[in-house]
Every structure is written in C-alpha cells, then in structure tokens.
C-alpha cells in the first residue's frame, strides 16, 4: 500500500512538473548565470532569480 501511494505520489508530481515546464516554452525567464558548470563546460551554471531580489536583470528568450 505505501509502495502505491508513493509510485501515486510520484506519476502526479512528475505530471505536475511537465504541465509547468510545458508552460514556459518559448517563454522568457530570468536566470542568474554564474559561469560553466564544473561537470560540462558547455553548459553555463543558472540559478532562477525571484523578482523581489532582482537589482540588474538580462532577459534570454529560453531556445525550444
């Protein structure tokens, strides 16, 4: 029983996560980029900024 309310738990999050990420393509996001990623440089290290700590701000349309 525990083991189906968690797999329950888990198939609803994952569906949750996937309507949100569905709803900002091709939208625009405000990250904070902190340089490459240590594993992959190719990659850049982003962080999400929440409005109210934002002093200066640049505005990168998210690639689909």
Do not use: C, F, W
């Amino acid at each position: 029983v525990k083991a189906e309310r968690l797999a329950r738990l888990q198939r609803r999050n994952a569906q949750m996560a996937a309507a949100v990420s569905a709803r900002m393509v091709r939208g625009v996001q405000r990250i904070l980029v902190e340089g490459p990623s240590r594993r992959d440089a190719r990659r850049l290290k982003t962080y999400p900024i929440p409005p109210a700590a934002m002093a200066i701000a640049l505005t990168i349309p998210l690639a689909t």
